[in-house]
């Protein structure tokens, strides 16, 4: 049965799990090819200091514990066991531990969130809005980058969905502050989603792809007939 362990990793052994899960995640089958971080490659400070011992034995105890349990296996410098580690080496078949002890959700979980987000609110979307949320879907089934929705960001997709819906309803010219402080609660939040915005909106609409990102958000409350909706302010 598989167990977590309970310690909090430390840096040092945080940084190489990482590193591992990320090799994991990019491969088509994990179980293909032997996934190992040496540590020579990440950037290790407190396990190579020349000042502190403490970072690195704590870093070698922690290793330990998750080679007692299966999780990966551990290669000693000649001549230094239990004192320089080569290299780590991933079980991948124990790999759903290494995510729990870090606390990181599976790519393929963040794509589910990510889509069913997508799909909840989709059906309230309709003309740019829906094609561009409907090619990061497709995106994200072909597990390719959804972007400039995130993968790491659930707040920042929320609020770049938010501002999608919120546009459909805009009648009128409304200055940009004005519009975030009403959807947000706040007169910044727009700005930091603004470039977001034009990207979708270009990808939804060909036409607009030459337009620059001023005039792009002009045109989202009126469509190709009028530049003046939307007024920055």
Not at 3 to 19: E, I, K, N
Not at 44 to 68: C, H, I, K, M, W
Not at 159 to 184: G, M, W
Request: charged share 25%; aromatic share 6%; proline share 6%.
């Amino acid at each position: 049965m598989s167990q977590v362990p309970l310690f909090t990793p430390s840096p040092d052994v945080a940084a190489v799990l990482h590193d591992l899960l990320d090799q994991y995640e990019r491969r088509k089958d994990p179980h293909a090819r032997v996934i190992r971080c040496d540590l020579e490659a990440p950037d290790l400070p407190g396990y190579t200091s020349q000042l502190d011992p403490e970072p690195r034995q704590v870093a070698n105890e922690q290793f330990q514990q998750l080679e007692e349990q299966g999780t990966v296996s551990l290669t000693w410098l000649s001549g230094q066991t239990g004192h320089l580690l080569e290299s780590v080496t991933l079980n991948s078949d124990r790999a759903d531990d290494i995510f729990a002890l870090l606390g990181r959700a599976p790519l393929a979980a963040r794509r589910a969130r990510l889509r069913d987000l997508l799909l909840g609110d989709r059906f309230r979307l309709n003309g740019w809005r829906l094609q561009a949320v409907q090619h990061t879907l497709t995106q994200l089934e072909a597990e390719r980058s959804p972007a400039p929705f995130s993968l790491v960001d659930e707040e920042h997709n929320r609020d770049l969905l938010a501002a999608l819906v919120a546009l459909a309803d805009l009648t009128e010219e409304t200055p940009i502050r004005a519009f975030s402080v009403r959807l947000f609660n706040d007169s910044k939040r727009f700005e930091t989603l603004r470039g977001a915005v034009v990207r979708l909106a270009r990808r939804g609409q060909p036409d607009w792809r030459d337009l620059r990102p001023d005039e792009v958000l002009r045109e989202l409350t009126c469509g190709l007939s009028s530049s003046r909706c939307w007024h920055a302010a």
